[in-house]
Structures are given as C-alpha cells and as structure tokens.
C-alpha cells in the first residue's frame, strides 16, 4: 500500500506497469468536472471509475481485496476514512473471489485506519485489503483507477 500527496506521484511509477499511465490521466483531467463515469485508458488494463459517493458508517463497510487489479484512489473533494488489513490476514470471508468482478469481501476488522482527502492517494496491491467509503453524512466525489497487476 501507498499513501501520499498527488504531487509526489511520479516516484511510484516503476512500483507497477500502468501506474504512469494512471496518474498522468489524473494530471491531465479537471475530474471535479468530468461526469460520474466509467472510462477505458487502456483497454481492460486501466480503467477509471469518477464516483459521486454518499459516505458510509463503519458498520455499513467491509473489507475487500483484488487479485487481477490495483487500485488506486483519490478524493476530490471531501474526506475517506479507510480501513486496512493484509489480506493474507483476512480469514472471514463473506463473498468468496468473484473472478468477473475481481473482488472477494471479508468480515474481518481492519488493522488501521487512513484519512485521506483531497490532493492526497492511496495505492492498493492485491496483498491490501481496503474498507472504502468511511464518511458518515458526507457526499463526495473520488477517482477509483484499475490497473491490471
């Protein structure tokens, strides 16, 4: 996992194939106007999700994990909490691996607890799982970027 200001980017290029690509698309896109959309950089190798999000209690979220994707996530406005856990920690499963949707979700409580908000990003490898969405009362805007690992 990575944690960071945007603008310090471009030292974590080498860490993944499509990470550059990921963050110039960041870089050279206004995403507070761009609509809530799916888009295809690279085919099914990198694609970007701009979410409108209402924020969740802790008690709504869970753990989840990726096996084919990286994630990479960026607030625009507002403030995520978000949970961690190693997901080879991670032993209460709930939704096993679903390969089509590259995801399996977990019971488990994470280890720690981000903050992230705008001009900040995280990276999530398959070896992290995430609880997302933590802003309770919040609306707010992110930038979730797949890429293959």
Same mark, same amino acid.
């Given at each position: 996992?990575?944690?960071?200001?945007?603008?310090?980017?471009?030292?974590?290029?080498?860490?993944?194939?499509?990470?550059?690509?990921?963050?110039?698309?960041?870089?050279?896109?206004?995403?507070? +106007?761009?609509?809530?959309?799916? =888009?295809?950089?690279? %085919?099914?190798?990198?694609?970007?999700?701009? &979410?409108?999000? /209402?924020? #969740?209690?802790?008690?709504?979220?869970?753990?989840?994990?990726?096996? +084919?994707?990286?994630?990479?996530? =960026?607030?625009?406005? %507002?403030?995520?909490?978000?949970?961690?856990? &190693?997901?080879? /920690?991670? #032993?209460?499963?709930?939704?096993?691996?679903?390969?089509?949707?590259?995801?399996?979700?977990?019971?488990?409580?994470?280890?720690?607890?981000?903050?992230?908000?705008?001009?900040?990003?995280?990276?999530?490898?398959?070896?992290?799982?995430?609880?997302?969405?933590?802003?309770?009362?919040?609306?707010?805007?992110?930038?979730?970027?797949?890429?293959?690992?």
């Amino acid at each position: 996992m990575i944690l960071d200001n945007l603008e310090n980017a471009d030292r974590y290029f080498d860490c993944a194939e499509g990470l550059q690509r990921a963050f110039q698309f960041i870089a050279d896109n206004d995403l507070e +106007d761009l609509p809530a959309c799916k =888009l295809k950089l690279q %085919g099914d190798d990198i694609f970007v999700t701009i &979410a409108d999000v /209402d924020g #969740k209690q802790p008690k709504d979220c869970h753990l989840e994990a990726h096996h +084919d994707y990286i994630d990479i996530q =960026l607030v625009i406005n %507002g403030t995520e909490r978000i949970g961690w856990r &190693a997901t080879d /920690d991670c #032993k209460d499963v709930i939704k096993e691996y679903d390969e089509q949707r590259d995801v399996e979700v977990y019971a488990d409580e994470p280890d720690s607890m981000l903050t992230i908000s705008e001009g900040k990003f995280v990276v999530f490898f398959p070896e992290d799982a995430h609880m997302t969405s933590i802003a309770p009362g919040q609306h707010y805007r992110k930038v979730i970027i797949k890429v293959r690992s």
